[in-house]
């Protein structure tokens, strides 16, 4: 990608979706703009003990053991989905499909089965295409924003002091529903808001978010951080002048060199070779655009598994802050609510540590009845933030999940 200093339309995916099921809530999936991967039936729970950082190189070790029946190569035979959560100290699961499919933008495609081809049949029960109604009313509950931005004001009053250069603070929205939400149906509604998104669904945790986290496919690592945020008007003419904005803001600006500086010097010990993009483009990601830098590169060997990657880059700047102890000890006595899996890593990882895994942020927490819906918004506080600007933001952020959720 190369630099540039207008608005940016991210490759498009091509149309990987197309075999997704329209319904059903116990399908995991990971779209990619290079290869879509969904699967059913549950063939594998891997869990990993708290700390979940400290026990990922458990996951390589069962997928080595799964016998199953299908072609090799990144994204091929068994593969383990997961949503981790924030809490770096927190267990976590990731799940192992009985029936994986995949496809590549360009068209080819396969099938892993578990135990052999015979399994399709039972793996698929009801084939989760069954109509599901959306529900008819939903109630929206938000935290107060007065005293979210009374929130805001006491985080930038302790960076002003010097405890640390950055927080983010996230808005919690609980909506609740009179029937169940379709996993599935809210993923369709949330790629058409954001085509170029990484969308994911695994465990009741849906969205489609705008930033890879980290990526490896063989030698090549990859890594897409967004920090700096304006909303969006729908007009192309009124958007690109934002872009202008958003390029000249010095606050803006000075948050994503924190998030391009950390992620590069996490992944530089692993690398032979890793070069960023000297200049951030701007990156369209539903109602607002981010300010975004490729960091690309070669890992030297042994190349690491995509979650030692993982587990050492998160949570980033973008969704934590920075100094990353400090940010996260502010998060905790502000935010006063357990984020789940928003912010954490989401994604898939093959038996040989390849893997891609996005930011877990433009997404929704159904509870284990798909009644009740979790969403966060959050955003970077820091010197100087505005808490009014701030509230805005972390509204425009929500929009996309909050349109698809209450759409009846």
């Known amino acids: 990608?190369?630099?540039?200093?207008?608005?940016?339309?991210?490759?498009?995916?091509?149309?990987?979706?197309?075999?997704?099921?329209?319904?059903?809530?116990?399908?995991?999936?990971?779209?990619?703009?290079?290869?879509?991967?969904?699967?059913?039936?549950?063939?594998?729970?891997?869990?990993?003990?708290?700390?979940?950082?400290?026990?990922?190189?458990?996951?390589?070790?069962?997928?080595?053991?799964?016998?199953?029946?299908?072609?090799?190569?990144?994204?091929?035979?068994?593969?383990?989905?997961g949503a981790l959560p924030y809490d770096?100290?927190?267990?976590?699961?990731?799940?192992?499909?009985?029936?994986?499919?995949?496809?590549?933008?360009?068209?080819?495609?396969?099938?892993?089965?578990?135990?052999?081809?015979?399994?399709?049949?039972?793996?698929?029960s009801g084939d989760g295409r069954a109509t599901r109604p959306h529900p008819s009313n939903v109630v929206v509950h938000a935290t107060n924003p007065v005293e979210w931005m009374r929130t805001i004001a006491a985080a930038?009053?302790?960076?002003?002091?010097g405890e640390l250069t950055k927080v983010v603070l996230a808005r919690e929205i609980t909506v609740t529903a009179d029937g169940p939400f379709d996993a599935m149906a809210l993923l369709h509604r949330l790629r058409a808001l954001s085509p170029s998104a990484f969308a994911y669904a695994v465990d009741g945790f849906v969205g489609a978010t705008p930033e890879l986290l980290v990526s490896r496919i063989g030698d090549v690592v990859r890594a897409h951080p967004?920090?700096?945020?304006?909303?969006?008007?729908?007009?192309?003419?009124?958007?690109?002048?934002?872009?202008?904005?958003?390029?000249g803001s010095q606050k803006n600006r000075v948050e994503h060199q924190i998030t391009i500086d950390m992620v590069h010097e996490t992944l530089l010990p692993w690398c032979s070779y890793l070069?960023?993009?000297?200049?951030?483009?701007?990156?369209?990601?539903?109602?607002?655009?981010?300010?975004?830098?490729?960091?690309?590169?070669?890992?030297?060997?042994?190349?690491?598994?995509?979650?030692?990657?993982?587990?050492?880059?998160h949570p980033t700047p973008a969704v934590g802050g920075w100094p990353r102890a400090a940010a996260s000890r502010v998060q905790a006595e502000l935010e006063e609510a357990d984020r789940g899996c928003y912010g954490g890593p989401v994604g898939w990882v093959d038996a040989d540590g390849n893997g891609v895994f996005g930011v877990g942020i433009r997404g929704a927490q159904l509870d284990e009845g798909a009644r009740t819906a979790r969403v966060f918004a959050g955003v970077g506080v820091v010197d100087g933030s505005d808490p009014a600007a701030e509230l805005e933001e972390a509204r425009s952020k929500a929009q996309s999940v909050l349109s698809a959720l209450t759409r009846v």
């Open 1 to 81: 990608m190369s630099a540039t200093t207008g608005l940016v339309a991210r490759p498009e995916p091509g149309e990987p979706t197309d075999d997704l099921p329209g319904t059903g809530n116990d399908v995991v999936v990971f779209v990619s703009p290079q290869r879509t991967l969904w699967g059913d039936g549950e063939a594998v729970r891997i869990e990993l003990p708290a700390p979940w950082v400290k026990h990922v190189g458990r996951v390589a070790d069962v997928l080595r053991h799964i016998d199953h029946d299908g072609p090799s190569g990144p994204g091929r035979g068994p593969i383990a989905f």
């Open 88 to 124: 770096r100290s927190s267990a976590a699961t990731l799940v192992v499909p009985q029936v994986l499919h995949g496809r590549t933008a360009d068209g080819d495609r396969w099938t892993t089965w578990t135990t052999g081809p015979g399994f399709l049949a039972s793996a698929r």
């Open 156 to 161: 930038t009053a302790r960076i002003a002091s």
């Open 226 to 247: 967004m920090a700096g945020t304006l909303p969006r008007a729908g007009d192309p003419d009124a958007d690109a002048r934002r872009a202008g904005e958003l390029l």
């Open 275 to 313: 070069d960023a993009e000297p200049v951030p483009s701007v990156v369209a990601a539903g109602p607002v655009q981010h300010l975004a830098t490729l960091v690309e590169g070669r890992l030297s060997r042994p190349e690491p598994s995509v979650l030692e990657l993982v587990a050492a880059l």
